[in-house]
């Protein structure tokens, strides 16, 4: 879980940082999922990893109050990634509002004769025009540009949002398994410290 979240993290870093860098610049309502989105999944594949280790330690040794701090960690973890997850599919509903005020403005502005971000929009996402091919197209429409922009740029970020909420949720569902496991193993650790408890006066008298 934590290699996948890790990969996901490099993949929102790395992939496609040109037309990513323009949405960036240019729609501010994106700029959380360019900045923040890399930075959440890295984090969290490192407290997976490093939960990891803790648990696979505590569990040999059978330490019940390191395994209660570790549930309760992975339990805060667990809520936080379903947190993020959501707010991912959350956003992605947002997104044609997004896309329909900010991008349709920065569109609308780039006037003739220097169309610069409408063309850079074009060649970036490889479409033309804006809700339609035929839509405000810029000067450099290509044969080969098959969709209008706002379809392009919606799959796209689309996307990204779909698929870190899906890697989030995954996750949380993985780490489900480990709550129950650590919560079993707190729990029969607790009984069997009470069976090697010393007797007590009243024990005693009974016997």
Same mark, same amino acid.
């Given at each position: !879980?934590?290699?996948?979240?890790?990969?996901?993290?490099?993949?929102?870093?790395?992939?496609? #940082?040109?037309?990513?860098?323009?949405?960036?610049?240019?729609?501010?309502?994106?700029?959380?999922?360019?900045?923040?989105?890399?930075?959440? *999944?890295? %984090?969290?594949?490192?407290?997976?990893?490093?939960?990891? %280790?803790?648990?696979?330690? $505590?569990?040999?040794? +059978?330490?019940?109050?390191?395994?209660? $701090?570790?549930?309760? $960690?992975?339990?805060? !973890?667990? %809520?936080?990634?379903?947190?993020?997850?959501?707010? &991912?599919?959350?956003?992605?509903?947002?997104?044609?509002?997004?896309?329909?005020? #900010?991008?349709? @403005?920065?569109?609308? +502005?780039?006037?003739?004769?220097?169309?610069?971000?409408?063309? /850079? $929009?074009?060649?970036?996402?490889?479409?033309?025009? =804006? +809700?339609?091919?035929? @839509?405000?197209?810029?000067? @450099?429409?290509?044969?080969?540009? +098959?969709?209008?922009?706002?379809?392009?740029? /919606?799959?796209?970020?689309?996307?990204?949002?779909? !698929?870190?909420?899906?890697?989030? %949720?995954? *996750? !949380?569902?993985?780490?489900? =398994?480990?709550?129950?496991?650590?919560?079993?193993?707190?729990?029969?650790?607790? #009984?069997?410290?009470?069976?090697? &408890?010393?007797? *007590?006066? #009243?024990? /005693?008298?009974?016997?």
């Amino acid at each position: !879980a934590g290699n996948g979240m890790l990969s996901m993290s490099m993949y929102l870093k790395y992939a496609n #940082q040109e037309s990513h860098a323009f949405l960036e610049k240019h729609v501010p309502a994106l700029r959380e999922l360019f900045i923040f989105a890399p930075l959440v *999944t890295l %984090i969290f594949s490192l407290v997976i990893v490093s939960l990891g %280790i803790f648990g696979y330690v $505590i569990a040999a040794r +059978k330490i019940r109050f390191l395994l209660i $701090i570790y549930f309760s $960690i992975l339990l805060v !973890a667990w %809520i936080a990634e379903l947190g993020v997850g959501f707010t &991912a599919f959350g956003f992605r509903s947002n997104l044609k509002h997004i896309l329909d005020t #900010q991008l349709a @403005d920065v569109w609308n +502005k780039s006037a003739p004769p220097l169309y610069s971000d409408r063309m /850079e $929009i074009q060649f970036l996402f490889a479409c033309c025009g =804006f +809700k339609t091919m035929d @839509d405000n197209p810029g000067p @450099d429409c290509r044969a080969e540009f +098959k969709r209008p922009c706002f379809t392009a740029v /919606e799959g796209r970020v689309g996307y990204l949002a779909d !698929a870190a909420g899906i890697v989030m %949720i995954v *996750t !949380a569902g993985l780490e489900l =398994f480990a709550l129950i496991f650590s919560l079993g193993l707190c729990i029969g650790l607790g #009984q069997d410290s009470g069976k090697d &408890a010393p007797p *007590t006066e #009243q024990t /005693e008298l009974l016997r």
